[in-house]
T-cell receptor
Framework: DGGITQSPKYLFRKEGQNVTLSCEQN?????MYWYRQDPGQGLRLIYY???????QKGDIAEGYSVSREKKESFPLTVTSAQKNPTAFYLC???????????FGQGTRLTVV | RKEVEQDPGPFNVPEGATVAFNCTYS??????FFWYRQDCRKEPKLLMS???SGNEDGRFTAQLNRASQYISLLIRDSKLSDSATYLC????????????FGRGTSLIVHP
């Protein structure tokens, strides 16, 4: 079954904890992206990667980290330095450059 | 100035109405353009790509005006099931082309 899998679907974090959101794809896409969406807002770019072992900061990278050790995987770590992490996190991929993006089902992170 | 701007609405229309959304973008070097649909608490899904020549898919028509840097989406004969948020997406240059999202326009179709 081809697609993008994000896990977990819901995640609760205590203040001061680091958490890692998983994004796995079997579409053989080179480009992968992490976005954050707050209620009533559009998607804001956190990090992106165009190729394995390389990634770039997006517009709101502070308090987040990523890795791209495998083409299929692009995990996002939300660190304790992110002061307002409660949001809906979306992972996307893109096959042919400059075409449409495909999304996973998202992870809803809540700080408790 | 935001790179991609949309009127957030909501647009509240009766079934059968025709409704139009506009989206403007600031970077004239932007390339590909898309409309996505997002249902409440779900991921965005591609509705249609937008071409300079226009693009029609059933009740939906998308247009691109490069000179004025705006994109439009027209929905004819609105259905209850069209209620959603419509996101304008522009692939914006920045080393490579990055999908950049507007904040979305909310559509509510009522009986």
């Amino acid at each position: 079954d081809g697609g993008i899998t994000q896990s977990p679907k819901y995640l609760f974090r205590k203040e001061g904890q680091n958490v890692t959101l998983s994004c796995e794809q079997n579409l053989n896409h080179d480009a992968m992206y992490w976005y954050r969406q707050d209620p009533g807002q559009g998607l804001r770019l956190i990090y992106y990667s165009q190729i394995v072992n390389d990634f770039q900061k997006g517009d709101i990278a502070e308090g987040y980290s990523v890795s791209r050790e495998k083409k299929e995987s692009f995990p996002l770590t939300v660190t304790s330095a992110q002061k307002n992490p409660t949001a809906f996190y979306l992972c996307a991929t893109e096959g042919t450059p400059n075409t449409e993006a495909f999304f996973g089902q998202g992870t809803r992170l809540t700080v408790v | 100035r935001k790179e991609v701007e949309q009127d957030p609405g909501p647009f509240n229309v009766p079934e059968g109405a025709t409704v139009a959304f506009n989206c403007t973008y600031s970077n004239s070097a932007s390339q590909s353009f898309f409309w996505y649909r997002q249902d409440c608490r779900k991921e965005p899904k591609l509705l249609m790509s937008v071409y300079s020549s226009g693009n029609e898919d059933g009740r939906f028509t998308a247009q691109l005006n490069r000179a004025s840097q705006y994109i439009s989406l027209l929905i004819r004969d609105s259905k209850l099931s069209d209620s959603a948020t419509y996101l304008c997406v522009v692939n914006t240059p920045g080393g490579s082309y990055i999908p950049t999202f507007g904040r979305g326009t909310s559509l509510i179709v009522h009986p």
